[in-house]
């Protein structure tokens, strides 16, 4: 099989990426990253020596496609589905872009600085920083809220790769900091998207390994 996918199923942008996959039914050879083993991370290191993950190898084209943005940009143009996740439009994608940069900066970054935090050992925390994340996450959960009052997805009623950003951003900022009490709009689009068949499955993959994410 020409694609390779290196990823773990719990991560937000390989769940991100794996949308993109399911959304158009892109065949494709999963290979799980296991960075806890030695030789898991070897492994995946000779393909791409940053190490992280998700990392897309396309044999056919001998390319090596890594950040999860970028492999869908790479599926969009080389493998088209149905679904076209980047618009055609230039001035709609540029506009698409922007909510998929603001889903990923905005809201999963400040969600993975709360969540590492708790894993840090006793005197090692950074309350600042994630008070600092926090404040972000509750002004960006607000202008989502504000943005989604009557749209169906992040662009309107066209699901692009900005959906797929969403998806797992909201999951896991709601699990982190619950918002359905407080930001009904935003609450009501991860609804939708967790609908979503192509995010469905991801999550449904992703099950096994929730227990991970502290509390």
Not at 68 to 80: D, K
Not at 103 to 109: A, F, I, K, T
Not at 141 to 168: I, N, Q, R, S, Y
Request: hydrophobic share 40%; glycine share 6%.
């Amino acid at each position: 099989m020409s694609l390779k996918l290196y990823f773990h199923p719990l991560s937000s942008f390989c769940q991100k990426a794996l949308i993109a996959f399911y959304e158009n039914e892109t065949p494709f050879a999963p290979h799980i990253v296991d960075l806890g083993n030695e030789t898991s991370r070897a492994d995946f290191k000779r393909i791409w020596p940053i190490g992280k993950f998700p990392v897309l190898r396309d044999d056919a084209r001998d390319r090596t496609v890594p950040e999860s943005s970028i492999i869908i940009e790479y599926l969009a143009q080389h493998y088209p589905g149905t679904t076209r996740l980047v618009p055609a439009d230039a001035d709609l994608a540029r506009q698409m872009r922007m909510r998929d940069r603001f889903y990923d900066l905005y809201v999963n970054v400040p969600v993975g600085k709360i969540v590492t935090d708790r894993l840090r050992p006793a005197g090692k925390t950074d309350p600042h920083g994630v008070e600092e994340a926090k404040t972000l996450l509750h002004t960006a959960l607000g202008m989502v809220d504000h943005d989604m009052t009557t749209k169906t997805w992040a662009m309107g009623d066209a699901f692009t790769m900005a959906d797929c950003a969403a998806a797992p951003a909201l999951f896991y900022a709601n699990m982190v900091v619950p918002f359905g009490g407080t930001h009904k709009y935003a609450a009501g689009y991860l609804g939708r998207l967790m609908q979503r068949p192509s995010y469905a499955r991801a999550l449904k993959e992703a099950q096994p390994y929730l227990a991970l994410v502290p509390k």
